[in-house]
């Protein structure tokens, strides 16, 4: 059994890699091999013979792990990343490794240093980022379930245009040991799937402390599973309307309106929530994600690992030449405004501002969820847009996660639901935050929502 | 206060990015844009607001960390090795540094 899903995944990423360039690397021969064992040894782990992708920024032993960057390249780690661990102890078998935006730096996944992922129902449209390669794999029918990464928005924003789920958990929730950090106070490696059942059982797998993330929570892992009751009577959902106005596309308003509509149908209470300080998110993102970046990047010399330019005799000169070789645009956009919020002078104008805004943003969450469960958005501003539209404007592109951003700066969890199609065929997604730990909640309200209305429309590009 | 290229240029010079010409041409109204963007956050008063530092949740402030101050295993040297682009005598092998 496991073989034969493994071997479906495997062929359907290949065959469907040309039109949406998904994968960065196809294990065919490994992942048919270790199918092959999981079969054999009989093995009965939550996951066993389940194919599964990984965003290329997370390392599994021996795949590469680019972060769809060239100053990476075909870099192998030694080690697997602690979610990969757990998946295969659970009997899971990686397929191949996806495209990404490089350094999970995009909303559109234009920025992969080996091309843009192409939209399963569009392909002349993005499939979002920066975890696109994740979100088409699971929409193409390729894989039931991909990890990605989400520090703004990467996975609920690629889930919602790609007409999947996906989920950010509670910072905390999962170890970031293995993910390569983009910003290491907002970074959670995150799941796709089309099925809330998949979601639950795969977060239920990776979820939990681990001594090599000390940001890691000790806080037990429930059986998300058991969420699943369909039951939503009394569930309080909160309603922000002021993030329904502008820049919100019309259609997508509309289609997360009747979300709402079909919860108070389903017996929940829905309840006006304010989130003042909501408009400032994508500033105080931006600041705060650069400035982390440009300290972690900083690793990246071509010293220990990955690409290192030629014809350049002393060390510094080799540094710098190494750095402009070898990242792209918008990573060198991003180092450099990160070193400039952070360098002398504008450091307390600047990131410290940001970090007490940060204090704000977070204290509206906590004051909201005072009166509800779980605030309701929409996770994207508009459907899939057109490929290059965006790319010659960095800000129009970071408004793109004006929705998501807030959940990565709280530090709460958020979850994308597929809730329909706009008039081009093109997905529309709605996203729920929680309070922390409340992933169970979140499950449970998504889960609720698609039994009363199932998503079951498929991309014309379909494994 | 304007950005200019010779800002950009020190930027660059900090951040070890070696960028040419037409990048800085290019950076200096895009960061420029950008900067002006997140000065909307001069708008909010927070003169007795906390800074919000690292991610962690209350339960995650709460974890304890620590573990015995025991060796562990590591890599080794030729597997730390192994992806180094000019690994020499059980080293990490760089340019003049003088």
């Not at chain 1, 599994?60 to 295969?88: F, H, K, W």
């Not at chain 1, 569009?122 to 990605?148: C, E, F, M, Q």
Request: negative net charge.
């Amino acid at each position: 059994m496991s073989r034969r899903s493994v071997e479906f995944s495997v062929s359907a990423a290949e065959r469907l890699n040309d039109s949406l360039n998904a994968f960065l690397e196809i294990d065919r021969e490994g992942a048919l091999r270790r199918a092959e064992e999981v079969e054999k040894s009989g093995a009965s782990g939550g996951l066993a013979g389940i194919p599964i992708a990984v965003k290329d920024n997370i390392c599994v032993r021996g795949m590469q792990t680019s972060c769809g960057s060239r100053i990476l390249g075909d870099y192998r780690p030694p080690y697997n990343a602690t979610v990969i661990e757990r998946l295969l102890n659970a009997g899971a078998v990686i397929i191949g490794k996806t495209n990404c935006d490089e350094f999970a730096m995009g909303s559109s996944n234009e920025n992969s240093a080996f091309g843009p992922v192409r939209n399963p129902w569009d392909t002349t449209r993005v499939p979002g980022g920066s975890s696109g390669g994740s979100a088409t794999a699971v929409a193409a029918g390729i894989v039931p379930v991909a990890l990605g990464s989400d520090t703004g928005g990467s996975v609920r924003q690629p889930a919602s245009l790609c007409g999947v789920l996906g989920l950010k958990p509670t910072y905390g929730r999962n170890s970031r040991y293995g993910l390569v950090a983009f910003a290491s106070s907002l970074d959670q490696v995150g799941v796709f799937a089309r099925e809330t059942e998949d979601l639950a059982r795969v977060l239920g797998v990776i979820a939990g402390r681990d001594p090599h993330d000390s940001t890691t929570a000790d806080v037990p892992v429930p059986d998300y599973t058991a969420a699943l009751d369909g039951d939503l009577k009394g569930a309080r959902i909160g309603f922000p309307q002021t993030l329904f106005g502008k820049g919100l596309d019309e259609e997508v308003g509309t289609a997360v309106k009747s979300v709402v509509d079909v919860y108070r149908e389903l017996g929940a209470e829905i309840v006006n929530v304010e989130l003042p300080n909501a408009g400032y998110a994508i500033a105080v993102y931006y600041i705060i994600a650069t400035a982390e970046a440009s300290s972690n990047l900083a690793r990246f010399d071509g010293v220990r690992y990955g690409f290192r330019a030629e014809d350049a005799p002393e060390l510094r000169q080799m540094y710098r030449k190494t750095r402009q070789e070898g990242f792209g645009a918008e990573v060198k956009r991003r180092i450099m405004l990160g070193t400039y919020v952070l360098s002398a002078g504008y450091y307390d104008a600047y990131y410290r501002k940001a970090q007490q805004v940060r204090t704000l943003i977070k204290n509206d969450f906590l004051k909201a969820f005072e009166n509800c469960d779980a605030i309701i958005t929409p996770t994207s501003p508009t459907p899939a847009f057109a490929l290059g539209e965006k790319v010659d404007d960095p800000l129009a592109m970071y408004l793109n996660d004006i929705y998501t951003v807030t959940a990565n700066l709280a530090g709460i969890p958020g979850l994308s639901v597929p809730c329909g199609l706009s008039s081009a065929r093109l997905p529309i997604g709605f996203q729920l935050l929680g309070p922390y730990w409340s992933e169970p909640t979140l499950l449970k309200l998504g889960h609720g929502y698609l039994q009363a209305r199932p998503f079951t429309d498929r991309p014309p590009v379909y494994a | 206060m304007p950005i200019t290229e010779a800002d950009i240029a020190k930027v660059a010079q900090l951040a070890h990015l070696e960028l040419g010409d037409e990048e800085l041409k290019t950076f200096v109204p895009q960061i420029t844009g950008i900067v002006n963007y997140v000065e909307q956050l001069n708008e909010l008063d927070t003169a007795n607001v906390e800074p919000a530092i690292g991610g962690l949740t209350p339960e995650g402030e709460k974890t304890d960390s620590s573990r015995p101050d025991e060796a562990a295993g590591s890599l080794g040297q030729k597997v730390a090795l192994a992806e180094a682009p000019d690994p020499a005598s059980g080293h990490f092998r760089v340019p003049k540094v003088l």
